[in-house]
């Protein structure tokens, strides 16, 4: 059975996006201080975010892979 070809590359996109967003939202508040609650909320989106960029990155490192070596095997 063909598995069908996913595009890792806009899901890594994506997470990138979202960790800029909440980078941007962080400077966003000046000279505010944020809660400890904000402050945490922030640290677990990011860490969050990071998870899912690793694996994210690694699964469409092994998708290149895949696909030279099935290019190569063809010539």
């Known amino acids: 059975m063909i598995r069908p070809v996913r595009d890792y590359s806009s899901q890594v996109i994506a997470l990138i996006r979202d960790l800029l967003i909440l980078n941007g939202a962080e400077r966003a508040r000046g000279g505010a201080?944020?809660?400890?609650?904000?402050l945490e909320h922030w640290k677990c989106e990011r860490t969050k975010i990071r998870q899912e960029l690793v694996q994210a990155l690694s699964l469409?490192?092994?998708?290149?892979?895949?696909?030279?070596?099935?290019?190569?095997?063809?010539?």
């Open 33 to 38: 201080s944020p809660s400890t609650e904000q």
């Open 60 to 75: 469409h490192k092994r998708q290149r892979e895949t696909l030279v070596m099935k290019n190569h095997i063809k010539q």
